[in-house]
């Protein structure tokens, strides 16, 4: 299929205009490759000559290879972001991939720590200025609920501690404001008292490695299965496991899924939604105290 120069001009506009990651525009190219491989397999050699049959051939192909739900809907996605191109391009008149559905995953409920166990986790011992800091990151990301890649992006400016807000750069560059919770604004402070005798003079970064520099992800994430085993926590332990953990204990105990929706900054309330799974004697609890026919009677 004579598509790959046009894909190339794809992948040049979502950097330019889209702002999208390195590892996200790899993740295209990826897609769009296989979708190219499989093209020429079918003898299918111009744009054109594509329709909503071969997309769905594509979708069972992937899913015979073994691919995810997930994995197979994300190539559809990228191959509907594609065809999309092409059609303002005019080089086709119709997005042929626009209604073909990927099979739908399985709903996997997000593993959590409980009240206790995060208790555990976040009661740091040591004066050391690498525990002071781990101990004000695994504060703020259970405070704050924070992606791993929101927090090594934190800069010195983005914290006010006298509002106790973090300012927050998410997914597609989207800015939010978040709250800062006591404990971990007192973990801030104490690790701002320190920072200096890690960070470079002109490092903006909020949170730095041993050497000076901006910490990286995979430290942060080295440095966490080291506290959950030093703390007695179950091993498994990352850090989107405490965002887990802030969103469900959160709605647990507010039940405002809108609100929990703005402090993760999810563009969607579905994807939210995951948090809702309250074990039942909490809800059995919740209806008994607040339903007026709901009260057992007193033997």
């Known amino acids: 299929m004579q598509a790959e120069q046009h894909l190339e001009a794809f992948l040049k506009q979502l950097k330019a205009e889209r702002r999208l990651s390195k590892n996200t525009i790899m993740a295209y190219k990826r897609d769009l490759h ?5 093209c020429s397999r079918e003898e299918l050699h111009e744009l054109t000559e594509l329709n909503s049959h071969a997309v769905r051939r594509f979708a069972a192909e992937s899913h015979r290879l073994g691919l995810s739900p997930r994995s197979i809907a994300r190539r559809l996605s990228s191959l509907r972001s594609f065809l999309s191109f092409a059609v303002q391009a005019g080089l086709i008149s119709s997005n ?27 009661a740091l011992e040591g004066k050391k200025p690498l525990t002071v800091r781990d101990r004000a990151i695994l504060e703020l990301l259970y405070s704050s609920g924070l992606r791993l890649s929101e927090l090594v992006g934190l800069d010195l400016n983005d914290l ?14 989207k800015m939010r404001v978040v709250p800062v919770g006591k404990f971990a604004a007192e973990a801030i402070q104490a690790w701002l ?3 200096s005798a890690l960070a470079g003079s002109d490092e903006k970064a909020f949170f730095v ?39 469900s204990h959160l709605l647990e105990s ?34 008994d105290q607040s339903h007026p026919r709901a009260r057992r009677r007193e033997d």
């Not at 296989?34 to 499989?38: G, I, K, Q, T």
């Not at 991939?97 to 976040?122: C, E, G, H, Y």
């Not at 901006?214 to 030093?230: D, E």
């Open 160 to 173: 006010d501690l006298n509002d106790r807000t973090v300012r927050v750069t998410g997914k597609g560059q």
């Open 193 to 195: 008292k320190v920072r």
């Open 254 to 287: 507010s039940g405002n899924l809108r609100a929990v929706q703005e402090l993760l900054g999810h563009a969607s309330i579905s994807t939210t939604q995951v948090y809702t799974h309250l074990d039942f004697q909490h809800l059995a609890r919740i209806y």
């Open 34 to 38: 296989d979708f190219l491989r499989f």
């Open 209 to 247: 490695s041993q050497r000076g520099g901006r910490l990286a992800a995979r430290t942060v994430q080295a440095r966490l299965k080291k506290w959950a085993l030093a703390r007695g926590v179950p091993m498994g332990v990352h850090p989107h496991m405490l965002r887990h953990s802030f969103a």
């Open 96 to 122: 042929v991939a626009i209604n073909v559905q990927a099979p739908k995953p399985s709903r996997r409920l997000p593993n959590t720590l409980d009240v206790d166990q995060v208790a555990s986790l976040l």
